[in-house]
């Protein structure tokens, strides 16, 4: 079935750096979005993005968070500064619609770790 | 704040029984619900959805309950087999928003 590639798996880097985690959606989705899981707690929602824009975002997308989609290219999550506090497992997803209309598509997730 | 919750975090069922996975929600204006499986180091997967305006949705041995009075809905898991072992997470939504807002998951078992 359709396909979402996070890349890569697991990251580790030192709090203060910029780090970017990538996303290759299924191709023909036109909705894109992340997800932060800290370890042992829910996912919680991050970002929507579609036709080039933030649709929705919240409270823990913060300032040092943005996201792009260059040229149709990957879906881009870019952290600037990290802090320790942004360690947990980022799940991209994509959708062909909206959420009630068409079903999530989630990637494996991508580990960071900020040291 | 958190708006849903699965109360049980793990849950043993022999195999051929029935697994009943149960999540609770505390905002009205949801009107989407749907239960996701995950495999551990995999991505979530859905495996299925109801409106708010059904009650009950079946899809071979899977069934959601949705008990919009109570704010509860469930899935049930009819001839459990050793690879349902998963962890499951509900979901839900309302519409008009991107938002997907998930439970902490339920990690089933079963034992064969």
């Known amino acids: 079935g359709p396909k979402v590639l996070q890349i890569p798996s697991h990251q580790i880097i030192d709090m203060g750096q910029m780090v970017t985690l990538n996303c290759d959606p299924v191709s023909n989705h036109l909705y894109f979005y992340w997800y932060k899981q800290i370890l042992g707690q829910q996912m919680e929602f991050l970002v929507n993005f579609y036709n080039g824009k933030v649709m929705e975002k919240s409270k823990l997308f913060k300032d040092q968070f943005s996201v792009e989609r260059p040229d149709g290219s990957y879906f881009t999550l870019k952290i600037q500064p990290t802090a320790l506090e942004d360690s947990a497992v980022y799940f991209c997803a994509s959708s062909l619609g909206t959420i009630s209309n068409e079903r999530l598509f989630f990637g494996h997730g991508t580990k960071l770790s900020v040291l | ?112």
Request: aromatic share 10%; hydrophobic share 30%.
């Open chain 2, 1 to 112: 704040g958190q708006q849903v919750k699965q109360s049980s975090p793990s849950l043993t069922v022999q195999e051929g029984g029935i697994s009943i996975l149960n999540c609770d929600y505390e905002n009205d204006m949801f009107d989407y619900f749907a239960w996701y499986k995950k495999y551990p180091d995999n991505s979530p997967t859905l495996l299925i959805s109801v409106r708010s305006n059904v009650d009950k949705r079946e899809d071979g041995r899977l069934t959601v309950f949705l008990n919009k009075s109570g704010k509860h809905f469930s899935l049930h898991i009819t001839a459990s087999q050793p690879e349902d072992t998963a962890v499951y997470l509900c979901a839900r939504n309302q519409g008009g928003s991107a938002k997907l807002i998930f439970g902490e998951g339920t990690k089933l078992t079963v034992s064969s």
